[in-house]
């Protein structure tokens, strides 16, 4: 059965980041619909699940290639945006960001220094703060 399995996937596409997106975004979609019952998120989930799979197990190389680059170029914005997001997160770690008391400029402070004096960049006024 394994091997039967193997066969068959061997000379298909295989999954890839829009065959991906397409199934989880399809599953979304439906069970979105599940409390929306607009009927139609239901159908485009549906379509977008199936065209995943339809992806997934298809011999057109090439094609399914090209459809996957044309989709990681153009979710580029929407993947670095999440990536930064997780970045400034963990940047979060080793500093906190104070709101200068007089003219409301953000401050970024390093962790872990204890009491200190901050001056504000923008007006000049000081304020003393726990980092
Ligand atoms: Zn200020």
Not at 24 to 30: V, Y
Not at 103 to 122: A, H
Request: with cysteine; glycine share 6%; aromatic share 16%.
């Amino acid at each position: 059965m394994r091997d039967k399995i193997y066969n068959f996937m061997r000379t298909r596409y295989g999954n890839d980041q829009f065959s991906s997106f397409l199934t989880w975004m399809g599953l979304i979609l439906i069970i979105i619909d599940v409390w929306a019952k607009t009927g139609v998120l239901y159908f485009l989930g549906l379509a977008s699940f199936i065209y995943g799979y339809v992806r997934i197990f298809s011999k057109k190389y090439d094609k399914r290639a090209a459809e996957n680059k044309w989709f990681l170029s153009h979710t580029a914005s929407v993947r670095n945006l999440f990536k930064r997001m997780k970045k400034s997160k963990e940047a979060g770690k080793d500093y906190r960001i104070f709101t200068c008391p007089r003219c409301e400029q953000m401050i970024r402070i390093p962790r872990g220094k204890g009491r200190i004096e901050i001056r504000c960049p923008k007006c000049g006024n000081t304020f003393i703060k726990k980092s």
